[in-house]
């Protein structure tokens, strides 16, 4: 029985620090600004990307 409440009692501090973690990262996310589309955003990345490799080979 003291086994099986050590196991709980391990399990469950687990559990909160996954939420306490899950809570900092929605926090972080909520603050770092304006909601992007992901095919949206992947495409301004590609196109920085493309330009950086244009001007590189350019040079």
């Not at 469950?12 to 589309?37: N, Y």
């Amino acid at each position: 029985m003291r086994e099986a409440l050590c196991d709980w009692k391990f399990r469950r501090a687990q559990r909160d620090q996954i939420i306490t973690e899950l809570g900092r990262r929605w926090d972080a996310g909520i603050a770092s600004g304006p909601v992007t589309e992901g095919n949206e955003a992947f495409s301004r990345v590609r196109a920085r990307l493309d330009a950086k490799l244009s001007d590189h080979g350019a040079a």
